[in-house]
């Protein structure tokens, strides 16, 4: 009977110790999420300076989680934030559109990398 609590407590410990691995960048994905969104819902109405302020909040959290241990996905988000931003400083808000929403899915398919 000691033996199964035993087992039992150990894999309960590992559970927790490797869920928090994985949810170490989900603050900043989440205010990335945020902006990323405000980002797109003022570019589709055209405006391309509410659309600039927004990528560039959502990149630094981006880059953010990155530095957290995002994966790849969150590296191509940063990617096309990069490319959003130089749009919109063009005044283009239907291009800088397009590279936010496909931030936004690089962010949504985004996780955490394990720490092995």
């Known amino acids: 009977m000691k033996s199964i609590s035993t087992i039992l407590a150990t894999g309960v410990l590992a559970f927790f110790l490797s869920t928090q691995v994985f949810a170490t960048?989900?603050?900043?994905?989440?205010?990335?999420?945020?902006?990323?969104?405000?980002?797109?819902?003022?570019?589709?109405?055209?405006?391309?300076?509410?659309l600039l302020k927004h990528a560039k909040e959502s990149r630094e959290h981006a880059k953010a989680a990155l530095a957290a241990g995002a994966d790849a996905h969150m590296d191509q988000a940063v990617q096309h934030l990069d490319e959003a931003i130089k749009h919109a400083e063009m005044d283009h808000a239907d291009e800088a559109t397009k590279?936010?929403?496909?931030?936004?899915?690089?962010?949504?398919?985004?996780?955490?990398?394990?720490?092995?």
């Open 25 to 50: 960048d989900a603050p900043e994905r989440i205010e990335a999420l945020k902006h990323i969104d405000e980002a797109i819902k003022h570019g589709k109405m055209g405006h391309a300076k509410e």
């Open 99 to 116: 590279h936010a929403e496909e931030a936004h899915s690089h962010m949504h398919e985004s996780g955490a990398r394990s720490a092995n």
